[in-house]
């Protein structure tokens, strides 16, 4: 069997997750990465996206808005914005999240940060297939 990281998902509302994985891969910022056993210690912060993870049990999604992962040798943490188990994404669900992102957008400073997170969620929305 594969050497484990311990994996915990975490959002302001609840813990969605905590477990052993052999594999997770996270959307971030600067681009997308895995981390696995033994990886080099890490903080990244995160782009709207699929984070997805591999443990004994198969691989399980999760649509996240942002937010930061802390990667270690044994362990991966993420600290989402908003996290939600992709079985439990709806398209109206899906909508409200773009719709807010746009709102964000027509008022944030930063212009091209704030449609690049609108495209981040166009595009994770249709690799999701919602």
């Not at 484990?4 to 971030?28: C, H, K, M, N, W």
């Not at 166009?122 to 297939?129: E, L």
């Amino acid at each position: 069997m594969a050497s484990t990281v311990q994996f915990d998902l975490v959002s302001p509302e609840r813990r969605l997750a905590s477990y052993p994985a052999t594999e997770v891969q996270i959307p971030g910022a600067m681009g997308d990465l895995t981390a696995m056993a033994g990886h080099v210690t890490t903080i990244t912060s995160l782009r709207p996206g699929l984070l997805k993870v591999v443990s004994a049990t198969g691989m399980k999604a999760y649509v996240v808005t942002g937010g930061f992962a802390e990667i270690s040798a044994s362990s991966v943490s993420v600290l989402a914005e908003q996290a939600v188990p992709l079985e439990e994404m709806t398209a109206a669900r899906m909508d409200a999240l773009v719709a807010d992102a746009c709102e964000a957008a027509a008022v944030n400073p930063d212009k091209a940060a704030a449609d690049q997170a609108v495209s981040d969620l166009y595009a994770m929305r249709s690799q999701a297939g919602i």
